[in-house]
T-cell receptor
Framework: GAVVSQHPSWVICKSGTSVKIECRSLDFQATTMFWYRQFPKQSLMLMATSNEGSKATYEQGVEKDKFLINHASLTLSTLTVTSAHPEDSSFYIC?????????????FGNGTRLTVT | SQQGEEDPQALSIQEGENATMNCSYKTSINNLQWYRQNSGRGLVHLILIRSNEREKHSGRLRVTLDTSKKSSSLLITASRAADTASYFCATLPNAGTALIFGKGTTLSVSS
């Protein structure tokens, strides 16, 4: 089955530093990947849609200069949280569709737990 | 943005009982999907139902969709302790490309 690998699974960083999270599709190509954020015991909030070879599409209220997304290849998208602050602490999850059909499910990475101290 | 609302927010049952979770949404959709999340992990796809379908089965799972009421239900039959997890419905709006998730139902199955 389709596998999405996300790394790291957890990271602790100091306030003001930047953190990069990688999302890889291991056995399929993903022209589009989706980045979600999840607060404890809450739902997933879509942050942005990452498009291979072009700029990401950000949801309203998500700062594009704060959350940098790069989708340089068909199997890799990265999310960089720049100048992290404690309020950025959250669970970040990426996902991708195995096929271009909208009637195919999303495959999720295992998420990255970010703690900013 | 959030589209779905699950009901109930939390559900506790005994092994062997059935669990029913409901989801309501607001806009016209292409399809509706149900996902499961174990604590601190990513989501696992359970079942997808298209807007022109009314019911779908997969093993112990049964999903219904009522587009006139903009609602869906997930039934897990003969529940097991291993079914303990959070369950989310997600909709693909007609005009969108990304899934929009509901708030989820936390299911606890005790043995």
């Amino acid at each position: 089955g389709a596998v999405v690998s996300q790394h790291p699974s957890w990271v602790i960083c100091k306030s003001g530093t930047s953190v990069k999270i990688e999302c890889r599709s291991l056995d399929f190509q993903a022209t589009t990947m989706f980045w979600y954020r999840q607060f404890p015991k809450q739902s997933l909030m879509l942050m942005a849609t990452s498009n291979e070879g072009s700029k990401a599409t950000y949801e309203q209220g998500v700062e594009k200069d704060k959350f940098l997304i790069n989708h340089a290849s068909l199997t890799l998208s990265t999310l960089t949280v720049t100048s992290a602050h404690p309020e950025d602490s959250s669970f970040y999850i990426c996902s991708a569709r195995e096929s271009a059909s909208y009637n195919s499910p999303l495959h999720f990475g295992n998420g990255t737990r970010l703690t900013v101290t | 943005s959030q589209q779905g609302e699950e009901d109930p927010q939390a559900l506790s049952i005994q092994e062997g009982e059935n669990a029913t979770m409901n989801c309501s949404y607001k806009t016209s959709i292409n399809n509706l999907q149900w996902y499961r999340q174990n604590s601190g992990r990513g989501l696992v796809h359970l079942i997808l139902i298209r807007s022109n379908e009314r019911e779908k089965h997969s093993g112990r799972l049964r999903v219904t969709l009522d587009t006139s009421k903009k609602s869906s239900s997930l039934l897990i039959t003969a529940s097991r302790a291993a079914d303990t997890a959070s369950y989310f419905c997600a909709t693909l709006p007609n005009a969108g490309t990304a899934l929009i998730f509901g708030k989820g139902t936390t299911l606890s199955v005790s043995s």
